[in-house]
């Protein structure tokens, strides 16, 4: 489920706020999961839910209305992930035990309004509870793009892709050929990243890509 996936991932970063030391890594591993998962699920729900249910309007207003609250919330944690000064120990504690309620309670609140509207629509929480493995599947140093769904599953690699640190190597490992991924991560950032194939008689293909450095500072010659 959603809700245990979210609390499985809050749970490292609450016990180091709670015993007075910032959680950095957790906290941006946290983070990260609420962008890619929660908030593309929120943004799923939205697009399915809200299209097949018009004449459920009123109804569906609260849903709306958590939504914005779930945005406003995991926008705090963002912006306290990458400025340590933003929020202390205790309030980010705070902050987060309130995402575990907001979140309880608005997929307690969307059963019972899809119930009422009548309609076997995707909820956040039916999709939270199906095999939602594209985190994991994404986050590692090899990843297999065989295991991800099609052109969404794709999608899921460039933006892990795009987020990769200066430095890191990921090696992407598929059956069919990964140029077509590359073409679109070099369009996107031209010159950032290089590539090297690992097998020299694919398929399956491996390829290793690493998000290159920084140029440095350009030093004055003596003249």
């Known amino acids: 489920m959603l809700r245990d996936a979210v609390r499985s991932r809050a ?13 950095a890594f ?10 890619l998962e929660v908030l593309r699920q929120i943004a799923d729900e939205e697009w399915l839910l809200f299209r097949g249910a018009r004449e459920a309007a009123d109804q569906l207003a609260a849903l709306r209305r958590d939504h914005l609250e779930l945005r406003l919330t995991i926008d ?9 000064q933003a929020l202390t120990t205790d309030q980010l504690a705070v902050i987060t035990r309130d995402l575990l309620e907001q979140i ?3 997929l307690r609140a969307e059963e019972r309004q899809l119930t009422v509207a009548g309609e076997d629509i995707p909820s956040m929480a039916k999709l939270g509870s199906q095999p939602h493995e594209w985190y994991s599947l994404t986050e590692g140093a090899t990843i297999d793009l065989d295991r991800l769904p099609g052109t969404a599953g794709a999608d899921a690699v460039l933006d892990r892709l795009l987020r990769m640190r200066p430095g890191e190597r990921v090696v992407i490992s598929c059956s069919t050929d990964p140029s077509p991924l590359w073409r679109r991560l070099s369009r ?28 440095g500072p350009l030093v004055a010659q003596p003249g």
């Open 26 to 35: 957790e906290l941006t591993e946290f983070v990260n999961y609420l962008q």
């Open 76 to 84: 705090r944690l963002t912006e306290a992930a990458t400025s340590m």
């Open 104 to 106: 309880d309670a608005h």
């Open 188 to 215: 996107s950032t031209p010159g950032g990243y290089g590539m090297t194939s690992v097998t020299s008689t694919p398929p399956p293909w491996q390829i290793e890509i690493e998000k290159r450095l920084p140029p």
């Open 11 to 23: 749970e490292p970063m609450l016990r180091r706020a709670e015993a007075g030391t910032w959680p």
